[in-house]
């Protein structure tokens, strides 16, 4: 074994342990017999104590006299997974140098046969590596009762949908491997969060995607606990999945397609607002003309502060880029006036259905549809304007 070797790769799996002085030994003897397939590495491990009252900590410091490469980082109190993996990481890096780190259960639901592949998938420009149930050649446990099984795809399935990203299948799992520099920078934005069971997992995961970080996953069969109880219960899927939607509304909430929508929205109800009001001393043509260009006022204005807010435009810029914004929202209505245009020319105007309700009476003629595809163009044309010119991005 390379463990005095400081040149090589340096790995540390880190496994947070609470209550499991019956799984401490078995894990490290696995895990010992696979690290003498990483000669290029220098394989240790770190466990994660929360003060265990069945003396977990008592059997891994026997463990630390026998096999070099096993260290113990001790905390005083339970503070659940998310603590037990942040503070289990920075030592890994500040005390023992990490190049990768792994996390792994203590309890050898995760096959340690598999941090190999894991490896190798760092080694051919992975940043993160999830030890995957969901892909071919992965698995949960065949006894399993049905309610557990349909728990745990549907539930993986559930989350695969809302957070609407189809390329990886395993958010859950705790199976991981991870480069330093990845490690240092989630750290960093998850700093003031508090994570507990799953939501540490999916939220790290979710920060890591949002960062552009290269994630690819490995199969492994997720075996059964021999002994000792899990930690993580049903109590958590609640937790989870409100913990899910909300990642996910604000991923959403803070697109800039959303907050286009919202300006444009604004944008209808002020030139709607305003045109009720300029017409009480205008004539009509020019309270039309200026509720027009207030909206477009407003749209700017906002658009300015909000929707492009990372590009914004310095006070000298504004006066151009407004008259800019103006040609493209004129952009926009041509492209709408020709569109029910030709739609007129080449398809013709005739009804569609007529809806009657009691005395309200709705008819769907060609010519609704082609001002809706022409709203929806101007929208296209909108935004392409706004981003490739009037908030160019520098
Ligand atoms: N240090 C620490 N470890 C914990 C805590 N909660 C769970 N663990 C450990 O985290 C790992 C995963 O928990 P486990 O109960 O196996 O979850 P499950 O596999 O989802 O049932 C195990 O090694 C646990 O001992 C905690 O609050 N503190
Ligand atoms: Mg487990």
């Not at 009762?145 to 299948?169: E, Q």
């Not at 020709?338 to 080449?346: L, V």
Request: proline letters at 3%; charged letters at 15%.
């Amino acid at each position: 074994m390379n463990f005095m070797n400081s040149t090589l790769t340096k790995v540390v799996i880190v496994i947070p342990t609470y209550n499991e002085a019956a799984n401490v030994i078995p894990t490290t003897v696995a895990l010992a017999k696979v690290f003498k397939s990483c000669q290029s590495y220098d394989m240790h491990i770190l466990f994660v104590d929360d003060n265990s009252p069945d003396g977990t900590s008592k059997v891994i410091d026997g463990l630390m006299k026998k096999y070099p490469f096993v260290h113990i980082l001790n905390n005083k109190h339970k503070g659940g997974l998310g603590h037990a993996y942040k503070k289990g990481f920075f030592v890994a890096i500040d005390k023992y140098k990490a190049d990768i780190i792994f996390q792994f259960d203590a309890d050898l639901q995760h096959d340690p046969s598999v941090i190999p592949a894991m490896l190798a998938s760092i080694a051919a420009g992975s940043d993160l590596v999830l030890g995957s149930r969901y892909i071919r050649g992965g698995g949960i446990p065949s006894h399993w009762p049905w309610y557990r099984k349909f728990l745990s795809v549907v539930g993986n399935i559930y989350i695969r949908v809302v957070m609407a990203n189809f390329k990886v299948h395993d958010w859950t799992t705790g199976y991981r491997a991870i480069r330093t520099p990845v490690v240092q920078e989630i750290l960093k934005i998850m700093n003031n969060a508090a994570f507990y069971g799953y939501t540490w997992q999916i939220g790290f995961l979710v920060k890591t995607i949002q960062k552009g970080y290269k994630v690819s996953e490995v199969p492994f069969v997720f075996r059964d606990r021999t002994s000792g109880a899990s930690k993580l219960g049903p109590e958590y899927i609640f937790n989870t999945m409100r913990y899910i939607m909300k990642v996910r509304m604000s991923e959403i909430v803070n697109s800039r397609i959303f907050k286009f929508l919202v300006t444009g929205g604004t944008g209808t109800l002020v030139q709607i607002t305003a045109l009720y009001f300029y017409r009480m001393g205008l004539g009509y043509q020019l309270a039309n003309f200026l509720s027009i260009e207030t909206a477009i006022v407003s749209n700017f204005t906002l658009s300015n502060l909000w929707t492009f807010a990372d590009r914004k435009l310095k006070v000298t810029q504004i006066p151009g880029k407004f008259l800019q914004f103006n040609l493209a929202s004129a952009g926009s209505i041509l492209i709408q006036m020709a569109i029910a245009f030709m739609g007129e020319k080449f398809i013709g105007l005739f009804t569609l259905f007529n809806f009657q309700l009691s005395t309200f009476n709705l008819t769907v003629d060609t010519g609704m549809v082609f001002s809706i595809v022409g709203i929806l163009i101007g929208m296209f044309w909108n935004f392409f304007a706004y981003s490739r010119f009037v908030w160019k991005k520098k």
